[in-house]
């Protein structure tokens, strides 16, 4: 198919154009896919690291300290004792980590 594609071209394409679409997939892997990617893997490692009462935040922004935690679902304790399930992907790592890290 891609010959067919390349014959109708007009006699096919330049190794120039080759080279550039080559180094454009390089470019898109090392900027777009791979930091994604290990994105996914650090949220992936912080959320089974949690264990009862750190303090987190979710990504709809509420603050709380994790009472239980489940296979895939932690139970977090907000003010006054109310305690709300919550899906450990709703947990926030930049916000979390933040929260956490102590001021210098």
Request: aromatic share 8%; glycine share 8%.
């Amino acid at each position: 198919m891609i010959s067919t594609i390349l014959l109708q071209a007009g006699g096919g394409m330049g190794t120039q154009q080759l080279i550039m679409f080559g180094l454009i997939a390089v470019v898109f892997y090392f900027f777009m896919i791979r930091p994604q990617v290990k994105k996914q893997k650090d949220q992936k490692k912080y959320t089974e690291e949690l264990k009862k009462g750190d303090r987190v935040i979710t990504s709809a922004g509420i603050h709380g300290r994790i009472y239980e935690v489940a296979d895939t679902t932690f139970i977090i304790e907000v003010e006054n004792g109310a305690r709300i399930r919550f899906d450990k992907s709703a947990i926030s790592l930049d916000a979390s980590k933040a929260l956490n890290t102590p001021a210098k």
